[in-house]
């Protein structure tokens, strides 16, 4: 790891675990997620950012999941699911999912079985596809109206009137939930790379939220990849 990107998971991972008496706060709004991990200057004190680790999972996330901030200890754990359904469907390759290089597709994440519900619910989202490399594969088109091609430096204002579902920036790298309230479901399209792409990978997390970003303990989390094959 570069020294930089090290010194933020450190910061990000540990800041969890310690966490677990003290309290996490969550990432209620997009402009947290590339905000230093080792906290800035938010008026009333100090709160810790993402440093650029979205929680997919994904090489450029260095392996780090929701899952490792969201710590739901107790029964309701697994509770939630995850429908994807993706337009046009993908191919088949052999038995196994695929692609068509250069071909659009429209994504749309549902979170299914919420059961951790109060007002003012935010629940949340991250999405990301890399190549064997661990680059980014293909463009992303939020439903907010930005993508990953001419990738916004900084993020929206919280209270931009023109937010959907999902949003792109910093760099990048993968597709977050805009942090509308009460949010059980996310769309966006996906360009997939041009031929000689090869075998690409899907990495996905969503939280089911129990406050409004007050606190990431007690959520519920469920994450995944899939493997998608270059078709014709």
């Known amino acids: 790891m570069r020294p930089s990107k090290r010194k933020a998971l450190v910061t990000l991972v540990t800041g969890c675990v310690l966490s677990t008496t003290l309290g996490v706060l969550a990432f209620p709004k997009l402009k947290y997620y590339e905000q230093p991990a080792t906290g800035n200057d938010q008026p009333g004190g100090i709160r810790a950012g993402g440093g650029g680790l979205y929680g997919t999972g994904c090489a450029q996330d260095w392996g780090v ?11 309701q754990q697994g509770m939630i699911t995850a429908l994807i359904d993706v337009y046009p469907p993908f191919v088949d390759v052999n038995g196994e999912e695929g692609y068509v290089p250069g071909e659009r597709y429209t994504f ?7 059961h951790l519900i109060n007002a003012e619910n935010v629940n949340g989202i991250a999405v990301a596809i890399e ?24 993020p929206p204002a919280d209270n931009d009137p023109t937010l959907m579902t999902t949003y792109v920036y910093g760099r990048c790298h ?10 059980v479901s996310w ?23 129990d406050s409004a970003g007050d606190a990431s303990l007690g959520d519920d989390v469920v994450e995944g990849t899939r493997k ?3 078709g014709s």
């Open 65 to 75: 999941k929701c899952s490792h901030c969201h710590i739901n200890d107790n029964l």
């Open 108 to 114: 749309t994440f549902d979170l299914a079985g919420e």
């Open 131 to 154: 190549d064997a490399s661990g680059a980014t594969a293909g463009d992303y088109f939020a439903d907010s109206g930005v993508d990953s091609i001419g990738c916004m430096s900084a």
């Open 174 to 183: 993968a597709v977050l939930g805009t942090g509308k309230a009460n949010a």
């Open 187 to 209: 769309t966006f399209d996906w360009q997939a790379p041009a031929a000689g792409g090869g075998e690409l990978t899907l990495f996905y997390g969503i939280v089911d939220g």
């Open 228 to 230: 998608l094959q270059e």
